[in-house]
């Protein structure tokens, strides 16, 4: 891959990294607000890319959680990301009590009711649980258990849950373990929503991408005057929507995706000293992210000078 | 009140639940407080400060009444409130300024300490509960029912009474144990051994003479912890010794119990609570030194 030659006198092209209030985004973030509202459990999936862990962050940002010195901490939405490679439920434990702050060490045995305590203090009325997929049968208990603590006295507290996952294909994520005999899951399943236990969000169709772009437009308009991305977004999506982009068959494009091919098409068009993208540019992106997306490069002799953004 | 967000960097580097002092808190107190709003036993917050920061010379037995930079700073941090407030919760400053130019210590408040003595009982205790044993700790218990709150003020030497409430100071729980300040296993604000809740401790009322006592203590303490200088040290020392070459007493007996029987010591070097004793035990008052001062 040779770097393009930059324009002389112009700064460096600047990417911008705003959270977007995407079709999909609204989506996710509605359910999450349903959660919160009603209390209820629910499976939520999405393909990998969509933008889970931005939605959660923006959602959390969103959910008014404070510590006053007074001794008052609100946590209304209490998020976390599943522990990776640790199958034990302290890892959960851990990461649950993490969120909250500064903990000084504990034995597991105190920390369990420690974490009850500091939920109904906190009042946590939200658990939002990210890469979902992650968590092991044992980490599902424990949320058992420490959410039925919190139900019953001397708390009675009903609190909602999300496990936000990544899927791929028509599994979804803890439907067949939910499904089993055994009791405990079988408890579990009884906690979930009943209208909307499991739940896949879908990413973008054309008609959605057509808003982001213009948001695209915006938000580069100090760097590329004339940038006009609206025009391309059939043939966008007809590019993001190709079958090694979208295994699944979806039929919609994710905002990972379109954010890539949109900033490489845009720092390319910059870098040539336009002022705005052509179907050249953006062809080109997209021949790089759908046909050679594996292409492995050859580094040699001095690395190429990169742009900061 | 300030709030810190969850967009905050601080949210992560606090505990879950932060405690800001309240006015005239002694930090043990705080620190028991925190424990308290974070469901933690007595003296976990004070544990994890002596185990993360580097404080040579400091430790267990320490009567809190000079902290530590180091253990200040990380508790800075930890609650998210200004060094200052935290300042005001030991006597550092107002120690710092009546010995200027040296380091205020504990010892010029407490005088000479000969080690901390750990009663037989405490010593046979479970784990290392002693550990936190404060030399002559004690509590108010309409402060601790009204807001969980140990005051400075307890740490002064002498003062067998609230300064603010007028009830005595508890040193011993009705099982007759000791208070320990911070007990392992136990929560906090409470009797180690039978779990009395120190509020509930009985409130006894000073007797008239006692009152009167307590009353020429504290005014003595308010001025020299509020407006002491070493000139208005000096004063007060200069009128000891007037005290004396005036009435030339054999010996002395002095509030605290002890017997003057000379006085050759450098002044300089006596503690803030022998010199209240002395200016008590000779009849001084906040206004003779004031006037000292101004001539």
């Keep these: ?74 946590l209304p939405i209490l998020t976390i990301r599943a522990p990776k490679n640790a199958a034990r439920e302290q ?40 890469d979902a997929q992650d968590l092991k049968l044992t980490h599902l208990a424990l949320l058992k258990e420490l959410t039925d603590n919190l139900a019953a006295p001397p708390y009675q507290r009903h609190i909602g849950l999300c496990l936000v996952a990544a899927h791929s294909g028509n599994v ?25 236990p499991y739940c896949v969000v879908l990413g973008h169709t054309e008609e959605e991408i057509r808003p982001i772009l213009t948001t695209f437009e915006e938000l580069y308009r100090s760097q590329l005057p004339d940038l006009h991305l609206r025009r391309w977004s059939k043939t966008i999506f007809t590019w993001l929507s190709n079958p090694i982009l979208d295994p699944d068959g979806s039929g919609r494009v994710t905002m990972d995706h379109l954010t890539r ?16 993208v052509d179907a050249t540019i953006l062809g080109e992106v997209a021949e790089m992210m759908v046909l050679r997306r594996d292409e492995v490069i050859q580094i040699d002799g001095a690395l190429p000078v990169r742009e900061v953004g | 009140m300030p709030q810190i967000t969850r967009d905050q960097v601080g949210w992560l580097s606090t505990f879950p639940h ?10 043990a107190g705080l620190l028991l407080r925190c424990d308290e709003m974070n469901h933690r036993e007595s003296g976990t917050i004070w544990r994890y400060l002596l185990r993360s920061t580097i404080h040579p010379g400091f430790g267990p037995g320490s009567p809190f009444i000079v902290v530590p930079e180091s253990i200040l700073e990380s508790l800075t941090h930890l609650l998210m409130i200004s060094t200052e407030r935290l300042l005001s919760t030991t006597y550092a400053c107002e120690l710092a300024r009546l010995y200027a130019p040296a380091h205020p210590h504990a010892e010029h408040l407490l005088g000479h300490r000969r080690g901390v003595t750990i009663p037989p009982l405490l010593k046979k205790s479970i784990g290392n509960r002693a550990n936190a044993t404060v030399v002559g700790f004690h509590i108010c218990p309409i402060c601790i029912a009204q807001a969980r709150l140990l005051r400075r003020a307890a740490l002064l030497p002498l003062l067998k009474y609230c300064p603010t409430h007028h009830v005595a100071f508890h040193a011993h729980c009705t099982c ?54 070493p000139e208005l040290k000096a004063s007060a020392l200069s009128l000891i010794r007037q005290y004396l070459k005036t009435h030339q007493p054999l010996t002395l007996k002095l509030v605290s119990g002890r017997t003057l029987f000379g006085f050759t010591a450098d002044l300089n070097q006596l503690s803030l609570g022998y010199v209240i004793d002395l200016l008590v035990s000779m009849g001084i008052s906040p206004k003779e030194i004031i006037s000292k001062q101004t001539m």
């Design chain 1, 261 to 276: 091919l949109v900033t490489s098409a845009l720092r390319r068009a910059y870098q040539q000293g336009t002022n705005d």
């Design chain 2, 18 to 27: 932060v405690a800001a002092p309240l006015p005239d808190e002694w930090i």
């Design chain 1, 1 to 74: 891959m040779t770097e393009l030659p930059v324009s002389p006198g112009r700064p460096p092209f600047v990417r911008h990294h705003e959270f977007l209030e995407t079709a999909f985004e609204r989506r996710f973030q509605g359910l999450l607000q349903q959660a919160w509202i009603e209390r209820s459990w629910h499976v939520i999936a999405a393909v990998p890319g969509s933008g889970k862990s931005l939605g959660i962050s923006d959602f959390f940002l969103r959910s008014g959680a404070y510590k006053d010195t007074n001794g008052t901490t609100r």
């Design chain 2, 176 to 229: 007759g144990c000791p208070l320990i300040l911070f007990s392992r296993r136990k929560p906090p604000f409470r009797c180690f051994t039978c779990g009395l809740d120190w509020a509930q401790l009985p409130h006894l009322q000073p007797s008239p003479g006692e009152m009167r006592l307590e009353s020429d203590l504290w005014d003595l303490y308010e001025l020299f912890l509020e407006q002491g200088t």
């Design chain 1, 172 to 196: 979804i994520p803890f439907k067949e373990t939910f499904a089993g005999p055994d009791i405990l899951w079988r408890q579990f399943r009884r906690r979930m929503d009943t209208e909307q």
């Design chain 1, 91 to 130: 890892a959960l434990g851990l990461a649950l009590s993490a969120a909250f702050g500064v903990v000084p060490s504990m034995p597991w045995a105190l920390r369990r009711s420690w974490l009850v305590q500091v939920l109904a203090s906190c009042g946590v009325e939200c658990i939002v649980i990210d």
